[in-house]
């Protein structure tokens, strides 16, 4: 398979921008939580553990309450001790005739390993239609 230039200076930007973004990211988390909420969007949604933060000053309230933090690996009991990658994913979606929404969708996938084959499948899987508010 041949990637175009451009193609593959978009995928380059991509790279460097996810890990630009979550290095500041965590680093802020740990180190300058106050600043946290100026990553977000004004309207900014933040659902954590099920629970839905929404715009600028929920969030910063949200931080500031929030316990110190430390590095968190995935469990071993929740991928089986095997490989484990994270895929986030976005678009749009039009189900069954309905209008058309944006989406985005978290997957924790882990490799399995059966006679020499690996295949990853899928231990967890977060979706979330992403429209935005029209208020």
């Keep these: 398979v041949t990637m175009s230039v451009e193609f593959k200076t978009y995928v380059d930007q991509a790279c460097r921008a996810a890990e630009e973004s979550t290095n500041t990211y965590y680093e802020t988390m740990d180190r300058r939580r106050h600043a946290l909420a100026r990553l977000y ?3 900014a949604t933040l659902i ?7 715009g600028l000053e ?6 500031e309450m929030l316990p110190s933090s430390d590095f968190q690996p995935v469990h071993e009991q ?10 986030v994913t976005c ?5 069954d005739g309905n209008k058309q929404h944006y989406f985005h969708q978290n997957f924790l996938l882990t ?9 990853w499948k899928i231990a967890s899987d977060w979706f979330h239609f992403q429209d935005w508010a029209t208020d």
Excluded: E, I
């Design 91 to 95: 678009g749009t979606v039009k189900l």
């Design 78 to 87: 929740a991928t089986q001790a095997q490989s484990t990658v994270l895929v």
């Design 48 to 54: 954590w553990n099920g629970n839905v933060v929404k």
């Design 111 to 119: 490799a399995q390993t059966n006679l020499g084959s690996t295949v």
């Design 58 to 63: 929920a969030l910063n309230n949200f931080f």
């Design 41 to 43: 969007l004004d309207k």
